[in-house]
């Protein structure tokens, strides 16, 4: 008798300890989908949603904003492939004889390449503003201030060899 009720009790513990853990992972989803997130980065649905919510965009703006969001993503994911090319030739030269001047040609084209990324960043971020209206723009100066960490890049987690 007392073996079948410490029985029922570790059951019961347990079952209710697999509620609470799948209680707190429904939980943690919901609040990622309104708009929580890890780290500071932007909510799950990316900086287009941020943007459009916290600007306030009238349905008029978002169109011309996702038209800004095309032009931008196809001249960024150009010079990206571009910069890979660039990278997979540059470190194809460690297996030839070394070449500084070839080697430091690269990395300036690489860099170039980079430069030009950084201006269609702020075009678009100049873009972006002009769709706003003047009640709009307090909201977009105060955005300003946290652009790099918004939608910046995460930084990589790095494993020790």
Known sequence: MQKSRLLILVIVGLLASNLLLAGYIIAGRSDRKKG??????????????LIIERLKFSEQQVTKYDELIQWHRGNVDKLDEQIMQLK?????????QPDVRRRDSLIG????????????????????K??????QRPAFAEMTKEIAALFGRPPHKRERP
């Not at 084209?109 to 972006?128: A, G, N, P």
């Open 130 to 135: 002009a769709l706003c209206t003047e009640q």
């Open 109 to 128: 084209e690489i860099v170039t390449r980079q430069q030009e990324i950084e201006h269609i960043h702020y075009k678009h971020f100049e873009d972006m």
């Open 36 to 49: 929580g997130h890890e780290r500071g980065g932007p909510p799950h649905g990316g900086p287009r949603n």
């Open 88 to 96: 997979n030739e540059l470190y194809s030269t460690l297996n030839e």
